[in-house]
C-alpha cells in the first residue's frame, strides 16, 4: 500500500512558478512509476508527467513539456513538479498516483491517488 500527499498549490500570476510535491509513504518505491495529472473544472482528469524511482527516467505531455519538469527526491521520498510560465489555462487540482499497468498514461492505469493541491494562475 502506497499512500500519497500532494502539497505546493497556490494561486500564482501568470507566467510565474510554482513547485509541487508529491510525498509517498508506505512502502518500498524501488521499482514503481509516479504520475502526475490535473484536472480543471468540468474537464477529465490529464496526464501531466511521471518518473520512474528507480531509473529517474521521465516522461511527459507534449504539451508541458518545456515549461513542466518532473523529478525525484529519494532521501525524502517526494516527486516534484516543478511548473514554470504558468498560464491561467494551467488552473486545476493537480494529482499524483503510482502507475498500476504499462500501456497509456490514462487515470485508468494509475492508483493510490492522493487528494491533490489547486493551482490557480490569474491573468
Known amino acids: 500500500q502506497v499512500q500519497l500527499v500532494e502539497s505546493g498549490g497556490g494561486l500564482v500570476q501568470a507566467g510565474g512558478s510554482l513547485r509541487l510535491s508529491c510525498a509517498a509513504s508506505g512502502r518500498a518505491f524501488s521499482g514503481i512509476t509516479i504520475g502526475w495529472f490535473r484536472q480543471a473544472p468540468g474537464k477529465e482528469r490529464a496526464f501531466v508527467a511521471e518518473v520512474s524511482w528507480s531509473s529517474g527516467v521521465t516522461y511527459s505531455a507534449d504539451s508541458m513539456r518545456g515549461r513542466f519538469a518532473i523529478s525525484t527526491d529519494n532521501a525524502k521520498s517526494t516527486v516534484y513538479l516543478q511548473m514554470n510560465s504558468l498560464k491561467p489555462e494551467d488552473t486545476a487540482v493537480y494529482y499524483c498516483?503510482?502507475?498500476?499497468?504499462?500501456?497509456?498514461?490514462?487515470?485508468?492505469?494509475?492508483?493510490?491517488w492522493g487528494k491533490g493541491t489547486q493551482v490557480t494562475v490569474s491573468s
Open positions: 498516483a503510482v502507475r498500476l499497468y504499462g500501456g497509456g498514461h490514462t487515470p485508468r492505469e494509475y492508483g493510490y
